[in-house]
């Protein structure tokens, strides 16, 4: 139990560093908001700019932004947003369930693809196949999947024509959505299986030396079941960690792919923000992401616990 | 009483760039070739129990894997490995796969790290039944097809009956409340426990050979008695043979019916252990004996020869007390005589 409370204390330190930053972060970019949000070419009187600065509480000191901040977010209030003229917790439920949606398939996907073939590159890893596998992916893993998602756009949606070019869906239906997300998903499930390809296939190189290998082999085990029943489930341990890891970085990586794709996910919705400082949206989308992150790195933690005997003790 | 195994002219060497290999001698030139065991030949009869001893690096485990075929491929083997009439050499992977766990068993030297870390005691000791059983089921599936329910039922049955296998065994080993210890871990044991767990999984379907890869190392004295009890009961109640291996000289001296002695990857005397321990022949076994910490404590000069480059004629003659000119010429051949061999020009 108390290794349990030291655990629940560091996430709740995290957390509370998160809302910090999160507070902190978008009030130290340069430029004024209001300026931008009136726009360069609009001459407004100071009068006026200054009235919206105390609409917005921007002219107020530092300390009661914050309270006010805080006090917000235990009403689940993000604010409210200028560009979008809606507020901004409405906002980003409608956007985080396609992001969500684009991200989770794309992490699942590419955790199993990288996980099988690593294994299996890792098993036999002087096989032409496995070697070429291994080049391939990590020619993949190094190509940024901004510029894998604009050869795909280029070849199967501008040359061949086979999938359409932008956004999620043209009517909402599951097949036309399935249509539509089949080249974004392709390209992160791709960047996501390179990563967990390359870590699952060394850590089986590793494994795979264990004495409980060569024992699994002396108990009359074979070839790839050796695999299968004793070293993957050892091999794939790190798995987890990259999974969490992986989950904040697509989520990043999926900013450029939804902009490539025009897709209206949270990446799109971050970008357009920065672009137009639109604070309450930023803040928004920014505690939304780092809130993912932490509950992904805390189901990691928790499915190491099961998962791995080690980090556990007998009841 | 008939031979079980018989190993003829065992060469097992090992090709240069894998130098960590299991002799544990590291050669310092890259394309070396590592000859770990030359000429070995032993004999295993039924039910018998043959000791290997000799000190760290002198090709003991490497002999014991080459007999369970568990050498990394860069090994090369050559001779013969007689089992029950079959040469264990020329079979098959599969057909090997079949016989290790279920004819052929080994008890590794480091049993927390043959352990696997994330499955359970319980899984880890049912899996020889599972592995072997399951051979045996494909065949009737391919005999007649059974209704689904009634498998099911029958696989129950079977997991049942398995469990209650690996709870008897590990009654035998010494667990007076085996069902708590078949959830637990291999992290959560003690080495001596990981052990017990080890000897329980590899006796688990009743071998007819156990190699017992030094089961003795690491263990303090309550528990080498401990395992001392434990396989000569299971002498006592099964018909196996045992090959142990280990340099444990008063271990040795308490279980074994025979005792080779291995020098630098050769065998120099075989004898029974009352005339081994009582009237040692070849010198190293004399120097061996005497390093013992009740026998004087003197060790043997100087160090075992690198096994990438053994010296010429007889292997021990540079550590040799009473050697002659044509000891660092000829290789002497193992002579018989009285039931003993021995590997020296100078003995009788």
Redesign the interface.
């Known amino acids: 139990m108390h290794e349990a409370a030291k655990k629940t204390f560091r996430y709740v330190a995290s957390f509370l560093l998160i809302v910090t930053l999160n507070f902190a972060l978008p009030r130290l970019m340069p430029g004024d908001p209001v300026k931008n949000l009136i726009g360069e070419d609009v001459y407004v009187s100071e009068a006026v700019m200054e009235e919206l600065r105390t609409e917005m509480g921007l002219n107020r000191p530092l300390y009661e932004q914050f309270t006010a901040y805080i006090g917000d977010l235990l009403r689940f209030d993000l604010g409210y947003s200028y560009h979008l003229h809606s507020p901004v917790a409405e906002i980003l439920r409608e956007r985080i369930v396609w992001t969500l949606l684009f991200v989770g398939v794309s992490v699942l996907l590419g955790a199993a693809l990288g996980t099988l073939f690593g294994a299996y590159a890792g098993w036999k890893p002087e096989t032409k196949a496995n070697r070429l596998a291994c080049c391939g992916f990590i020619a993949l893993s190094c190509t940024p999947p901004y510029f894998l998602a604009l050869l795909f756009l280029e070849i199967f949606a501008f040359k061949l024509g086979l999938f359409p070019f932008k956004g999620f869906y043209d009517v909402p239906t599951p097949g036309s959505i399935a249509h539509h997300m089949f080249l974004p998903v392709t390209v992160m499930a791709l960047f996501s299986a390179s990563r967990n390809f390359l870590i699952m296939r060394g850590s089986v190189i590793q494994e795979k030396g ?3 290998a ?10 790839i079941s050796i695999l299968f ?2 070293v993957i ?2 091999a794939s ?1 790190p798995i987890i960690t990259l999974l969490a890891l992986d989950f904040g970085f697509l989520f990043s990586g999926a900013l450029f792919t939804e902009i490539v794709f025009s897709l209206n996910g949270m990446g799109t919705l971050i970008y357009d923000a920065i672009i137009g400082k639109d604070y309450p949206v930023l803040q928004g989308s920014f505690l939304v992401v780092a809130l993912a992150v932490l509950l992904a790195n805390m189901l990691a933690d928790l499915a190491y616990a099961i ?4 980090v ?3 009841a | 009483m008939n031979t079980l195994l018989e190993v003829k002219d065992l060469n097992v060497s090992f090709q240069g760039n894998e130098n960590e290999n299991k002799t544990g001698n590291k050669s310092e030139n890259k394309n070396e070739t590592v000859t770990a065991v030359s000429c070995l030949s032993i004999s295993i009869r039924e039910k018998e129990t043959l000791a290997l001893v000799g000190e760290t690096g002198c090709g003991k485990s490497v002999v014991a894997h080459a007999i369970m075929r568990l050498l990394p491929p860069e090994s090369i083997v050559k001779g013969t490995i007689e089992f029950k009439g079959k040469n264990l050499l020329k079979l098959s992977e599969k057909e090997m796969a079949k016989l290790r766990g279920k004819e052929i068993s080994i008890i590794f030297q480091n049993p927390s790290l043959a352990l696997n870390p994330v499955y359970s005691i319980g899984h880890q000791l049912a899996e020889p039944l599972r592995i072997h059983t399951q051979k045996m089921r494909w065949k009737e599936k391919e005999g007649k097809k059974e209704k689904v329910k009634q498998k099911e039922k029958r696989e129950k049955k079977k997991e049942n009956s398995n469990l209650s296998k690996v709870s008897r065994a590990l009654k035998r080993v010494g667990f007076s409340n085996p069902r708590e210890y078949m959830g637990y871990y291999p992290s959560w044991c003690s080495g001596g426990m990981n052990q017990r767990f080890l000897i329980a999984a590899s006796t688990m379907l009743d071998p007819v050979l156990l190699i017992a890869d030094e089961p003795s190392k690491g263990l303090d004295r309550d528990r080498v008695s401990e395992l001392e009890n434990e396989l000569k009961g299971l002498k006592e109640k099964s018909e196996t043979s045992l090959l142990l291996i280990s340099h444990d000289l008063g271990f040795v001296r308490r279980l074994a019916d025979r005792v080779a002695v291995m020098y630098a990857g050769e065998i120099v005397e075989i004898a029974d252990p009352s005339s081994l321990f009582e009237s040692p022949l070849h010198p190293y076994t004399r120097g061996l004996l005497n390093s013992l910490p009740e026998r004087g404590f003197v060790p043997i000069p100087g160090a075992s020869p690198p096994l990438s480059n053994p010296p010429a004629g007889c292997r021990f003659h540079p550590r040799c007390p009473i050697k002659e000119k044509r000891c660092t010429q000829e290789r002497p051949e193992l002579k018989e005589s009285n039931g003993r061999a021995v590997r020296c020009f100078l003995c009788p």
């Open positions: 264990q004495l409980y060569l024992y699994a082999r002396a108990k009359g085990l074979y070839d029943r004793h489930k050892n341990l998962a791995d005997p080690r556990r003790r007998p």
